[in-house]
Structure formats: C-alpha cells, structure tokens
C-alpha cells in the first residue's frame, strides 16, 4: 500500500469516526441542541479537526442520511430483482424491503425525511446534496419502473406511474414521520408497522384490476 493510499484511508476512516460520534450525539441531544464542540469531544478530536472533514453541523447532519438512502437502493433493487413476481409479490417485497431499511437506523431515517423537507439542505455543500438527492432519485425512478411494468401489463389500473411512486414513498415516510412524533408526545400506542401494513394494503387493493373487497 502506497503513501497516498494509506493516508486516503486514514482520511475515510476518521471521516467515519465522526459520522459514528455525531449519530450518538444528535440521539442523545437533539439536532437543535447538539453542536460541533459536542461532537468533537465525542470523538475526542478538536472542533478544527471536524472542519477539515465536514463544511458545518448541517453537513454532517446530512452526511449521516447519505448511507441510509444508500441501504435503501441496495434493498429495492433486491426486492425487485426477479421480474417474474407479480404485482402482489413486488409490492410485498417492497414493504418487507422498507421495514429493513427502517430497522436498520429508525434515527437517521426519521432525520433522512425531517431533512427533504427543512431548510438544512440549503447550508449543506453541494457535492453532498447532489449525492442525497441523486440517491432519492434512484429510489423514486425504480419505484416508478415498477409500476409502469404492471400497468403495460394490465396487471394494475392505469395511472400516471411516477404520481404512484411518489404516493407510496410519501405513504412510508409520512407514516415513518408522524409515528416518530406520535413516539415523541406518547400520543398514543407505536404501530409504525400495523399502520404501514394497512397503507400497503389499501394501495394494493385499490390499484387491482378487478377490485375485490371481499
């Protein structure tokens, strides 16, 4: 291993050093009352070492998103990698797929859909919101593949295929949203997956071509 090499490696291994320390820090608290000091100490480096690594706070919130979003890529393509299934199969595997990724890191992910929707992207560099938003993107244009698939094939009603990936992303990460805040004031009981669940199966049942209530 060469110099350069070795050195690139020491960079993306403090790199991620940080990202671990700063995900502990905003759990324990809060995005608003975490600072850059807080993840310094955390990681026992100097608020100046986090500079070299990360343009503010806001850059490293949304660096923490960019792996999530990545998961989230990796496990569609999984879902939908044999075209055999049919549309029942697909939309199954699909939310099997999306109950992982939330699994995976219920945090980052509730932060992931807090973030496309709040100013913090405006103050992030544009290297890493070009990143964030090419990965959902991705997600989105794979969902919309599959439902132009299923309607070519009149397996499902004809609608605008993108205006249904659009509604079935909203559906998980609305739901993913509002069952965080509903955790946050003990509303009431958490049910992120019975609710999901019933999501699905609602879209399911009103996209069928011969659609049976019973």
Do not use: C
């Not at 806001?58 to 989230?72: C, E, I, K, P, W």
């Not at 439902?147 to 079935?168: C, Q, W």
């Amino acid at each position: 291993m060469g110099i350069q090499e070795r050195k690139e490696r020491e960079r993306e291994r403090r790199r991620q050093d940080i990202m671990v320390a700063a995900r502990r820090v905003f759990s324990a608290r809060g995005y608003e009352n975490a600072t850059m000091e807080d993840i310094a100490r955390e990681v026992e480096l100097s608020p100046g070492t986090l500079y070299l690594y990360f343009k503010n706070k806001d850059d490293l919130y949304a660096s923490l998103n960019v792996r999530v979003l990545q998961f989230m890529n990796v496990k569609l393509d999984h879902a939908l990698s044999d075209s055999r299934l049919d549309f029942d199969a697909k939309l199954d595997r699909i939310l099997e797929a999306m109950l992982e990724v939330y699994a995976y890191d219920p945090l980052i992910l509730n932060n992931v859909f807090h973030l496309q929707s709040s100013e913090t992207l405006k103050s992030v560099s544009g290297e890493l919101l070009e990143e964030i938003n090419a990965l959902s993107r991705r997600a989105l244009r794979t969902l919309t593949k599959m439902f132009a698939e299923e309607i070519e094939k009149g397996a499902i009603v004809a609608h605008n295929p993108t205006a249904l990936a659009d509604m079935l992303w909203g559906l998980f990460s609305g739901t993913v949203l509002w069952e965080e805040t509903k955790r946050m004031i003990n509303a009431e009981r958490y049910q992120l997956e019975e609710n999901i669940r019933i999501g699905f199966d609602l879209l399911r049942r009103g996209l069928r071509v011969n659609r049976d209530f019973d």
